[in-house]
């Protein structure tokens, strides 16, 4: 029923009293490299540590973090695996504010037997997004909120001798819904076996640039 997320909370055997020792511990150690060296480096990388600091001792980020106070009934309509339970709590750091959300779910590089594959994979993944979609829409944050789904290379389009399929940078594709979007559009098109787009196609640079 507990889905923790590694490094956002205080390690065992650390409580506050011992973090704050080690919090000005480095700060005295630190301080004479900022008086001699007084770089853009050392100032941001000082920022770093303090969000870091910030997350692991302020409420608010905790609370956005505990998916437990969610209705059960949501839960269970987002699904109680890794797909549903890492949406539902994506949902929940967006309603906290933070900016930049990102996730991942399953293993897609499936060069053996892609079919069961999918058929393991697919389904709870469809479920927590239609859900997320659906749970943002009611909230409101929809609107402001761009959800995209997408991977780091395509996929052949022929299977191989294993009944899986290889990796193939040519082509693939991107859902993007909310922030604006225009819903229920398909932008592009590939040849007869999506092997390679023929119509419209996308650059990495460009859906970057679009996001951004």
Not at 104 to 126: A, C, E, N
Request: charged residues 25%.
């Amino acid at each position: 029923t507990t889905f923790p997320v590694r490094h956002c909370s205080l390690p065992g055997g650390v409580d506050a009293m011992l973090f704050e020792s080690r919090r000005h511990l480095r700060d005295v150690v630190g301080r004479p490299f900022n008086r001699l060296e007084g770089s853009d480096n050392i100032t941001a990388m000082d920022s770093f540590y303090q969000r870091a600091y910030d997350l692991v001792s302020s409420s608010k980020a905790q609370a956005a973090f505990d998916i437990n106070v969610e209705p059960k009934e949501l839960r269970d309509r987002y699904g109680r695996n890794q797909a549903g339970q890492r949406m539902i709590l994506a949902r929940r750091l967006v309603e906290a504010g933070v900016r930049f959300v990102t996730m991942s779910y399953g293993s897609w590089d499936m060069h053996q037997k892609v079919k069961q594959g999918i058929d393991r994979t697919l389904p709870p993944f469809d479920q927590a997004f239609a859900t997320l979609i659906d749970d943002l829409e009611q909230r409101g944050l929809l609107d402001s909120t761009l959800v995209m789904v997408s991977s780091e290379v395509g996929r052949t389009p022929k299977i191989n001798k294993d009944s899986g399929r290889d990796h193939w940078p040519k082509g693939f594709s991107t859902v993007l819904d909310g922030g604006g979007v225009k819903q229920g559009l398909v932008h592009g098109a590939s040849e007869s076996i999506a092997g390679e787009p023929f119509d419209v196609a996308v650059t990495i640079a460009e859906l970057s640039q679009t996001c951004y």
